[in-house]
């Protein structure tokens, strides 16, 4: 069984596959995938894409403009990290389970870090300003709006950047990057 930098270099290229499949599915032809010298992926032939994975579960996202995407598995977590994703004023603004809540808000918020290209370090300034339905969220960071979608499989959310047009979402095994139907 892999770990450390092992386990994440081969979830990376799995990531990458399940990229290659986004932009076909969309028509979208990729070149090379750079990052910048902060990690932040560079457009690659003028497109935008994202990567994440979890040790079950791959996705990846492929666009025409700037996108962002995370995945999550559920789990149990401590009462300081409830503090640091969000406000007491963030989580009165959905009445759904906390742990559930927790990843929705953790995920739309890391979805729209990578857009910004920024990361985890400005997650203070990254807030949910709104809770719209079981699937999508809205958010302000630095004074721009964004909203986030969210797909739910196995235990796992998806947070993804709504920009504007259908986001049909295949949930990709991350040891194979394949489909599963």
């Not at 750079?34 to 497109?47: F, I, V």
């Not at 504007?164 to 095994?173: D, W």
Request: aromatic letters at 10%; hydrophobic letters at 45%.
């Amino acid at each position: 069984m892999l770990a450390g930098r092992e386990k994440v270099v081969y979830l990376s290229a799995h990531a990458r596959k399940a990229l290659a499949l986004s932009a076909e599915e969309t028509g979208i032809v990729l070149g090379a995938l750079e990052k910048n010298d902060a990690g932040a992926p560079l457009p690659s032939n003028g497109y935008y894409w994202s990567l994440a994975h979890k040790s079950d579960y791959v996705a990846a996202v492929a666009a025409d403009v700037p996108i962002g995407i995370d995945i999550e598995k559920i789990r149990a977590v401590t009462p300081g990290l409830y503090r640091r994703i969000a406000s007491e004023e963030e989580w009165h603004l959905a009445s759904e389970d906390r742990e559930h809540l927790f990843f929705r808000y953790w995920t739309a918020k890391e979805a729209v870090l990578k857009v910004a290209g920024t990361g985890i370090r400005e997650l203070s300034y990254c807030r949910i300003s709104g809770v719209v339905d079981a699937q999508l969220v809205q958010l302000d960071f630095k004074g721009e709006p964004f909203q986030v979608r969210h797909f739910f499989h196995d235990r796992h959310v998806v947070g993804v950047v709504d920009v504007g047009c259908p986001v049909e979402f295949k949930v990709a095994n991350a040891t194979t990057a394949e489909r599963i139907p």
